[in-house]
């Protein structure tokens, strides 16, 4: 699959939203990708993330876990395609955790799943959990990386789609200056008014 078989398939389920948005990292930006659009049509997040865990079929993985919500359907996904476990983490008292009776043996090896990375924030928390249990990060994966390449987990990295979408902090963004009201289509905080 080649970027523009990705990014049609994004364009196709109106994945790519145009606006003033608050983004996870806490940075904002005029276009976001609602991976969740993508995520609804099973045929069209099955060929992201069949392509995806191939990349993959070779590193020897032993599970595929991702963060609540944004990574989970990434992670089954990905592991039902290589054959191995798929887990999540979520939140708990504000940290990164597994609860639901996963566990994670000392030596397995996993991919990290997301649905978008920007900063790396909700990668590097799961792969914190991950350290803590033993296991080996042998691979980040996402379906879009918006990352503009500053992201760097020091394993094989790889995404579906890579888009530049501009971001600022808000205190720079032109958005806010010209006073557009600022939405938050994720699931990690609301916006303060």
Same mark, same amino acid.
């Given at each position: 699959?080649?970027?523009?078989?990705?990014?049609?398939?994004?364009t196709?389920?109106?994945?790519?939203?145009n606006?003033?948005?608050?983004?996870?990292?806490g940075?904002?930006?005029?276009?976001?990708?609602?991976?969740?659009?993508?995520?609804?049509n =099973?045929?069209?997040?099955?060929q992201?993330?069949?392509?995806? /865990?191939?990349?993959?079929?070779?590193?020897?993985?032993?599970?595929?876990?991702? =963060?609540?919500?944004?990574?989970?359907? $990434?992670?089954?996904?990905?592991?039902?395609n290589?054959?191995?476990?798929?887990?999540?983490?979520?939140?708990?008292?504000?940290?990164? @955790?597994?609860?639901r009776?996963?566990?994670?043996?000392?030596?397995?090896?996993? $991919?990290?799943?997301?649905?978008?990375?920007?900063?790396?924030? @909700?990668?590097?928390?799961?792969?914190?959990?991950?350290?803590?249990?033993?296991?080996?990060?042998?691979? /980040?994966?996402?379906? $879009?990386?918006?990352s503009?390449?500053?992201?760097?987990?020091?394993?094989?990295?790889?995404?579906?789609?890579? $888009?530049?979408?501009?971001?600022?902090?808000?205190?720079?963004?032109?958005?806010?200056?010209?006073?557009?009201?600022?939405?938050? =289509?994720? @699931?990690?905080?609301? =916006?303060?008014?």
């Open positions: 699959m080649n970027q523009q078989e990705a990014l049609k398939i994004f196709d389920n109106n994945a790519i939203l606006g003033h948005f608050l983004l996870s990292s940075l904002h930006s005029d276009r976001y990708m609602q991976c969740a659009l993508v995520l609804q =099973p045929a069209a997040a099955a992201l993330c069949k392509e995806l /865990a191939a990349r993959f079929k070779d590193d020897k993985i032993d599970f595929v876990i991702g =963060p609540a919500l944004g990574g989970i359907l $990434v992670s089954y996904e990905m592991a039902r290589l054959g191995v476990r798929s887990l999540f983490a979520e939140r708990e008292n504000g940290a990164m @955790s597994l609860r009776g996963f566990s994670i043996k000392p030596g397995e090896r996993c $991919v990290i799943t997301e649905d978008v990375i920007t900063t790396g924030k @909700s990668t590097n928390e799961v792969l914190q959990v991950v350290k803590d249990c033993g296991g080996v990060f042998a691979g /980040a994966a996402s379906l $879009v990386d918006r503009g390449g500053k992201t760097d987990f020091g394993v094989k990295f790889e995404s579906a789609l890579k $888009v530049e979408i501009q971001t600022w902090k808000a205190a720079e963004c032109p958005l806010c200056k010209k006073g557009l009201p600022l939405v938050k =289509p994720g @699931s990690r905080t609301k =916006p303060k008014v």
